[in-house]
């Protein structure tokens, strides 16, 4: 079943033509990969998707009903997550009340406070402080944990190993993982090419506002050339 389906988008920031024609579909349950260089049109592609910056052309489907121009508020109400670039959690709030604010029909999904600190066992020994003092990688983990509490049928992640060690990114690779396994839709936007190949069901590769690979991640891991070219490999 496809839950989410970008069709034929274009979209601009006032007068620059960033989107140029992007179609990807999403499979209920699968990780898609989305890999491309710095600038190449991959967090515009997010937030067309969730409203933040709308197509002017083109159609996005979500669960069967067309989300293209509709606030990015509703889409959230309809079942859709993002874990932005940048983290972006409420710097003054503690961890739990990071969490709280967002939480919304527990019923759904069954995520919860509890859950989420299953997940991240590190922020339940976090959950009083206030979240500008974590590091990079505990901000990391509340973005996601965040997401969860709103219970999404499908989770988009932009950049989210951006700025961390390695150490901490395979951290977050296997909690990811975990979600896979629990039956999460996700659009994975990534640079970290290596790391998102061993993740992801499918993969597209961006440049210059286009999609120009479409493929299993085995198969671009065998494509040298394009590897090269698109990703700098």
């Known amino acids: 079943m496809t839950i989410l389906e970008v069709e034929d988008i274009h979209t601009y920031y006032g007068e620059a033509y960033v989107l140029q024609g992007v179609s990807l579909k999403l499979e209920q349950g699968q990780i898609l990969g989305l890999l491309g260089r710095n600038g190449v049109g991959k967090t515009t592609l997010v937030g067309s998707i969730i ?3 709308p ?3 083109g159609r996005i489907m ?7 121009k509709i606030p990015s508020y509703d889409s959230v109400r309809q079942g859709m997550a993002i874990v932005p670039q940048g983290r972006r959690v409420f710097p003054t709030l503690s961890v739990e009340e ?6 919304r029909s527990p019923d759904r999904h069954n995520w919860t406070l509890d859950r989420v600190y299953t997940l991240f066992p590190r922020l339940k020994e ?8 974590l590091s990079g990688g505990e901000q990391q983990m509340l973005a996601i944990g965040r997401a969860l509490m709103t219970n999404p049928d499908c989770l988009l992640m932009d950049e989210p190993s951006e700025g961390l060690a390695p150490i901490i990114i395979q951290g977050l690779w296997e909690a990811i993982s975990e ?3 629990q039956g999460l839709s996700i659009l994975l936007v990534e640079q970290n090419a290596a790391l998102t190949l061993k993740l992801v069901d499918y ?6 506002g286009q999609i120009v690979y479409s493929g299993l991640p085995k198969a671009l891991d065998a494509d ?3 590897k090269h070219q698109y990703l700098g490999i």
């Open 203 to 208: 993969v597209h590769v961006m440049s210059k």
């Open 55 to 57: 197509a002017r052309r």
């Open 179 to 181: 979600l896979k396994k």
């Open 62 to 68: 979500f669960k069967g009903e067309e989300i293209t």
């Open 126 to 133: 976090r959950r009083t402080q206030r979240s500008k003092t």
């Open 224 to 226: 040298e050339a394009t």
């Open 98 to 103: 990071n969490l709280l604010v967002a939480e």
């Open 51 to 53: 409203g933040f910056n």
